[in-house]
Nanobody, 117 residues
Framework: QVQLVESGGGLVQPGGSLRLSCAAS????????MGWYRQAPGKQRELVEA???????NYADPVKGRVTISRDNVKNTIYLQMSSLKPEDTADYYC????WGVGLPAWGQGTQVTVSS
């Protein structure tokens, strides 16, 4: 099993930046892709950006040009650098990992991001 722990959320003003971290542990050798999702109050969880082992990324149009996903294979951690944040980016942000031979992805507990003046 894979365990994921997110950190880095908080309150930030519109136009500000924030970096989220997600540390993976457990059966990390089986992970083939990781990503960030978010869920705003009353809305469905949606993809923010994901990265595969080969380095290819996939992001959602609402965050295009404002977020960058990266990873540190030594620390088994992925990051989400967010900039030019907007109030509509306010949500709980979740880390996700997909592993070979495992039907369901692993999820972290989430970290809250609030964009407000």
């Amino acid at each position: 099993q894979v365990q994921l722990v997110e950190s880095g959320g908080g309150l930030v003003q519109p136009g500000g930046s924030l970096r989220l971290s997600c540390a993976a542990s457990g059966s990390i050798s089986k992970i083939y892709a990781m990503g960030w999702y978010r869920q705003a109050p009353g809305k469905q969880r949606e993809l923010v950006e994901a990265i595969a082992n080969g380095g290819s990324t996939n992001y959602a149009d609402p965050v295009k040009g404002r977020v960058t996903i990266s990873r540190d294979n030594v620390k088994n951690t992925i990051y989400l650098q967010m900039s030019s944040l907007k109030p509509e980016d306010t949500a709980d942000y979740y880390c996700n990992a997909n592993s070979w031979g495992v039907g369901l992805p692993a999820w972290g507990q989430g970290t809250q991001v609030t964009v407000s003046s």
